[in-house]
T-cell receptor, first 115, second 107 residues
Framework: GAVVSQHPSWVICKSGTSVKIECRSL??????MFWYRQFPKQSLMLMAT?????????EQGVEKDKFLINHASLTLSTLTVTSAHPEDSSFYIC???????????FGQGTRLTVV | EDQVTQSPEALRLQEGESSSLNCSYT??????LFWYRQDPGKGPEFLFT???AGEEKEKERLKATLTKKESFLHITAPKPEDSATYLC????????FGTGTQLKVEL
């Protein structure tokens, strides 16, 4: 399958600081990237859908000013958690797909811990 | 609203004991039904894509099938290494996931 690389795989940051997570599609062009959050033993919660060159579409209840998403190229999307607080600690996962009719491939996930 | 429902939530099997996982979904606007496997602390790993009712895909001990309203993931003679959470997702403008089936295969 196609490869999606997510970096970093884990990060610890102090409360009030910002953290950037990168998601790259290594061997295909991703017209759409998705960002998910996952709590322990729960399924994936979609945060936002990002199309290359467009503003991200956020799900209801997700603060767009807190979770900044940029999809500047067909191979890179970033999620920045601004002014992080302990309640933002979670497992964040990105996925990318080439078109609306095709499967999405996932990154390895990023474990964020805010202290 | 797009909906995906998976059952059972959890399944415990003995090694070699075949079973099936169920995924039902809203049909309108469907662009593919996808199955993934997720191990703890990792991103989901893609398994299968199904587009049309009657379609089947196989990989080792897994076979995915699709009807007009449901998809099944059949696991034949499972091994302990098949233990994982299996997720199905509905394709469309968004990729909507079910809550998953947590499979545990014991010796």
């Amino acid at each position: 399958g196609a490869v999606v690389s997510q970096h970093p795989s884990w990060v610890i940051c102090k409360s009030g600081t910002s953290v950037k997570i990168e998601c790259r599609s290594l061997d295909f062009q991703a017209t759409t990237m998705f960002w998910y959050r996952q709590f322990p033993k729960q399924s994936l919660m979609l945060m936002a859908t990002s199309n290359e060159g467009s503003k991200a579409t956020y799900e209801q209840g997700v603060e767009k000013d807190k979770f900044l998403i940029n999809h500047a190229s067909l191979t890179l999307s970033t999620l920045t958690v601004t002014s992080a607080h302990p309640e933002d600690s979670s497992f964040y996962i990105c996925s990318a797909r080439a078109s609306a009719n095709t499967e999405a491939f996932f990154g390895q996930g990023t474990r964020l811990t805010v202290v | 609203e797009d909906q995906v429902t998976q059952s059972p939530e959890a399944l415990r099997l003995q090694e070699g004991e075949s079973s099936s996982l169920n995924c039902s979904y809203t049909v309108s606007g469907l662009r593919g039904l996808f199955w993934y496997r997720q191990d703890p602390g990792k991103g989901p790993e893609f398994l299968f894509t199904l587009y049309s009712a009657g379609e089947e895909k196989e990989k080792e001990r897994l076979k995915a099938t699709l009807t007009k309203k449901e998809s099944f993931l059949h696991i034949t003679a499972p091994k302990p290494e098949d233990s994982a959470t299996y997720l199905c997702a509905r394709g469309g403008n968004k990729l909507t996931f079910g809550t998953g089936t947590q499979l545990k295969v014991e010796l």
